[in-house]
């Protein structure tokens, strides 16, 4: 499978091109690194590199996680976002999500294997409790178990699905996310075939979530490095509006700080800041990842 993102490698443009900045039009989504860089997987194509010895970046504790929703309380947050790492091996997840549910929706990006039927019945316990709403997805990278464990690791797409069928069990209709190794034309096929599995597995109500890969971490070693002139210029925002890049309204909140995005947080240049409130100000887009934000037009969001 080719992971590389199907998209032109612009002309060599003048050194001096300025860099263009993203506005803070205004924080409508938090995420939350609370399975730090700490997973049961190693994928191939992991952008962060996550293993489960990789500490960088630590699992959160409960008290970072309720200082960070506290202090961002009256900026106009509509939605929250966990993920890793794996968010399952955090020890305090239940007690992270009783926190996060008191403030708004929850959406978990997990790779679903770690959890048990026992731990989906407890979700469902929670979500009848909470106000706001739990969202689970789900990470596969193929429908074909051999062709995705050889990305995933063994045994990944047999527990991944054991997961999805639990949390169906306990009501919640997980969505799938997959990074696209296929032609961007190919989507509507894919789409379709994505959906009846997960209409297979038991899904009341699938959806399919098509990510592209990013050249960096893992994927930067088994596809290759950026291209030099993979890198926006203020060329790129003539046709886009700018403020269509998530970095435009979220925030990515770890262990270690406040950084622009989930994708960036292994960068010390997108650390913004301790707190949340001192990172709502523009954003120089210097990294290659953005150039593949833009011409995919990508979104961690739905
Ligand atoms: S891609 Fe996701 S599941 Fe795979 S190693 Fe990285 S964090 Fe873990
Ligand atoms: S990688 Fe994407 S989301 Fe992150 S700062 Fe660049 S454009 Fe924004």
Redesign the pocket.
């Known amino acids: 499978m080719n992971f590389a993102p199907h998209i032109p490698i612009p002309e060599n443009e003048p050194q001096i091109a300025k860099i263009p900045e993203v506005p803070m039009v205004g924080l409508d989504t938090l995420w939350l690194q609370i399975g730090g860089t700490v ?1 049961n ?3 191939t ?2 952008f ?1 590199s ?1 293993t489960p010895q990789n500490h960088n970046h630590p699992l959160m504790k409960l008290a970072q996680v309720q200082k960070h929703l506290e202090e961002s309380k009256h900026l106009g947050i509509q939605d929250y976002y966990i993920t ?3 968010v399952f091996l955090n020890p305090e997840l239940f007690e992270i999500y009783e926190a996060i549910l008191q403030y708004g929706p929850c959406t978990t990006l997990t ?1 679903g294997m770690l959890i048990s039927r026992e731990k989906a019945q407890r979700l469902a316990e929670l979500q009848a409790r909470a106000k706001n709403k739990l969202h689970f997805r789900v ?1 596969l990278d193929s429908l074909d178990p051999e062709e995705n464990d050889a990305i ?1 690791g063994r045994n990944a797409f047999k527990l991944a699905l054991r997961g999805i069928r639990y949390l169906a069990e306990a009501g919640f209709s997980a969505h799938l996310t997959m990074v696209r190794s296929w032609d961007d034309e190919d989507d509507p096929t894919m789409e379709t075939k994505a959906l009846a599995f997960m209409r297979e597995q038991g899904v009341p109500h699938p959806q399919v979530k098509f990510l592209p890969g990013f050249m960096m971490g893992e994927l930067a070693v088994t596809e290759r490095e950026y291209h030099p002139n993979e890198r926006v210029t203020e060329k790129c925002f003539e046709n886009f509006a700018i403020t269509n890049l998530q970095c435009s309204s979220s925030r990515m909140v770890t262990a270690k700080g406040v950084y622009v995005c989930p994708i960036l947080i292994e960068e010390d240049q997108a650390r913004m800041g301790d707190t949340v409130e001192e990172t709502l100000r523009p954003f120089p887009l210097y990294h290659s990842a953005c150039y593949t934000c833009r011409v995919s037009g990508m979104s961690c969001k739905s």
């Open positions: 997973c997987l190693t994928c194509h992991c962060i996550c890793g790492g794996e790779n990470s995933r």
